[in-house]
């Protein structure tokens, strides 16, 4: 019994260390703009992503939020870009 909650404990550890994001992000400056690239977000194919972007002092912080309410049966890899104007 021991070793079979052991094997379960491992499993698990396992695959939560593979299931993880490893979103890649990129920022750049164009024409006065900053760009902020989001690749490869695997999220669900039906997703509709909406924008947040909060400038405090000289932090700037950006939330992708998925607000569709409809989920289909597929997940797939998606980039995102958020362009801030001064």
Known sequence: ???WLISILFLA???SVF?????KFQIESQNGALIIK???????C???FDATVLVEKNKI???Q???SPQK????CSMDLEITINQ
């Open 46 to 48: 039906g997703s509709k």
């Open 65 to 67: 939020t998925d607000i």
């Open 13 to 15: 550890s396992l695959l």
């Open 1 to 3: 019994m021991k070793m």
């Open 72 to 75: 289909l049966r597929c997940n």
């Open 38 to 44: 989001n690749y490869d977000i695997f999220t669900n």
């Open 19 to 23: 299931s993880q994001n490893k979103d």
């Open 61 to 63: 912080y950006a939330t």
